[in-house]
C-alpha cells in the first residue's frame, strides 16, 4: 500500500516577498508561512502520511504555472511540487 505524501513547500526567507507577490493569500510573513506548514506536517504525520520537504523557487514556480496556464496561487504549487518531486513516480 503507497502512504499518501503530504509536501511541504520551504521557502526561503530572501525569496519569501516574490512568493507573496505570486500567492496573494499566503501569510504576511515568512515566519507565518513557515508556521502554517509546521502545523499541517504535523497533523499529516498523526495521519501516518510520509512528510517530505521540498524547496521551491518561486521564479521557477512562477515559470511552471506560465507554461501550464495556471494561476499562481496554493493548488498549483501543490500540483508543482508533485510534478517537480524526484522522489514522485507523478512527476
Wanted: positive net charge.
Amino acid at each position: 500500500m503507497t502512504k499518501d505524501i503530504f509536501r511541504v513547500p520551504l521557502v526561503a526567507w530572501h525569496d519569501y516577498d516574490v512568493l507573496r507577490e505570486l500567492i496573494k493569500d499566503a501569510p504576511s510573513t515568512h515566519h507565518g508561512w513557515a508556521e502554517l506548514f509546521r502545523r499541517r506536517s504535523r497533523e499529516e504525520g498523526r495521519r501516518g502520511h510520509v512528510v517530505r520537504e521540498m524547496h521551491v523557487d518561486p521564479r521557477k514556480f512562477a515559470a511552471h504555472a506560465r507554461f501550464k496556464g495556471n494561476p499562481t496561487n496554493l493548488s498549483t504549487l501543490e500540483h508543482f511540487l508533485v510534478e517537480t518531486d524526484p522522489h514522485s513516480d507523478q512527476g
